[in-house]
T-cell receptor
Framework: EAQVTQNPRYLITVTGKKLTVTCSQNMNHEYMSWYRQDPGLGLRQIYYSMNVEVTDKGDVPEGYKVSRKEKRNFPLILESPSPNQTSLYFC??????????????FGDGTRLSIL | QKEVEQDPGPLSVPEGAIVSLNCTYSNSAFQYFMWYRQYSRKGPELLMYTYSSGNKEDGRFTAQVDKSSKYISLFIRDSQPSDSATYLCAMRLYSSASKIIFGSGTRLSIRP
């Protein structure tokens, strides 16, 4: 089954304690992306990756890091989390074809609470 | 001004009603338009994907794009309680543009 898998699904932690949210896809997609979803603001892109070792900032990258060492994995790293990073996070992936990018497949989300 | 505006709702309608969900946008260069459905505690899933102006139908769902008015709509016929979800509109400039701009979502509830 085609899937984007995120872990953990829920996490409550404290300010300053480094954390990593993992994302893995089994569709051999080149493009992967991280979003955060906040009430009234919709989905905002944090970082994206066009392929292995190729990453770039989205609209709200401050306080986040990513890496893309393998095609299937795209972890999101919060080196020193702060309460304003409390949010619902989604990982997504898609394929680029000769007709352009296809619509993205999303994971089921990670709810992060930073106290 | 946001690039994509969407009424957050909530919108509550009785089962069997026709539902109309809408988004407006400011950038006339958008060419590709999408509707995603998001159930509680789940990620968005693609419902409809259209290019440029016109209508596209898929079962009980019809997506409509009016580029002259910078307005897109999603119609749901014979609405069911299982259609209760948040609906997100989204758009991109061109097919090779990876970036998607999302609306903030409309929460829809279908009353049995």
């Amino acid at each position: 089954e085609a899937q984007v898998t995120q872990n953990p699904r829920y996490l409550i932690t404290v300010t300053g304690k480094k954390l990593t949210v993992t994302c893995s896809q089994n569709m051999n997609h080149e493009y992967m992306s991280w979003y955060r979803q906040d009430p009234g603001l919709g989905l905002r892109q944090i970082y994206y990756s066009m392929n292995v070792e190729v990453t770039d900032k989205g609209d709200v990258p401050e306080g986040y890091k990513v890496s893309r060492k393998e095609k299937r994995n795209f972890p999101l790293i919060l080196e020193s989390p702060s309460p304003n990073q409390t949010s619902l996070y989604f990982c997504a992936s898609t394929l680029q074809t000769d007709r352009g990018y296809q619509p993205q497949h999303f994971g089921d989300g990670t709810r992060l609470s930073i106290l | 001004q946001k690039e994509v505006e969407q009424d957050p709702g909530p919108l509550s309608v009785p089962e069997g009603a026709i539902v109309s969900l809408n988004c407006t946008y400011s950038n006339s260069a958008f060419q590709y338009f999408m509707w995603y459905r998001q159930y509680s505690r789940k990620g968005p899933e693609l419902l409809m994907y259209t290019y440029s102006s016109g209508n596209k139908e898929d079962g009980r769902f019809t997506a409509q794009v009016d580029k002259s008015s910078k307005y897109i709509s999603l119609f749901i016929r014979d609405s069911q309680p299982s259609d209760s979800a948040t609906y997100l509109c989204a758009m991109r400039l061109y097919s090779s543009a990876s970036k998607i701009i999302f609306g903030s979502g409309t929460r829809l509830s279908i009353r049995p």
